[in-house]
């Protein structure tokens, strides 16, 4: 078992998520080599606006709009860490969790275009 857990501010930012996405997130984080913080769940089609506009994001078709994604970030010493390589162990737990839970998710990493390694989601359908 993992020594981390979701702060406060992580357990704020899943309000208004899926239940099934937050399900996984709190199991991840109980599994995690790399501890995290949620950046990003439920957004509101302004804030998909400006992230569309600054080129953060290709779409608003987003699943964050309707609550079916989460953006995880990397804590490394304590910053948010943007090196793929934290994302790729959080996406091993969040997996792990998902597997467990008999939830299907879909990790951005994996992406061909804009890989979004903080990005997770249910699939659509």
Do not use: C
């Not at 930012?13 to 937050?22: E, I």
């Amino acid at each position: 078992m993992s020594r981390f857990s979701l702060s406060s501010r992580s357990w704020d930012r899943l309000r208004g998520v899926d239940p099934r996405l937050v399900g996984v997130v709190a199991y991840a984080i109980t599994i995690s080599e790399v501890d995290f913080t949620v950046l990003e769940g439920l957004r509101t089609a302004e804030r998909q606006r400006e992230l569309v506009a600054a080129g953060k994001s290709q779409t608003m078709n987003s699943r964050h709009l309707v609550g079916e994604a989460v953006d995880l970030g990397a804590w490394v010493d304590g910053k948010v860490s943007w090196d793929m390589e934290y994302y790729r162990k959080l996406s091993q737990a969040m997996e792990a969790s998902a597997l467990l839970l008999h939830v299907s998710i879909e990790w951005g990493g994996n992406w061909k275009t804009l890989r979004d390694g903080p990005h997770f989601q249910i699939p659509r359908g």
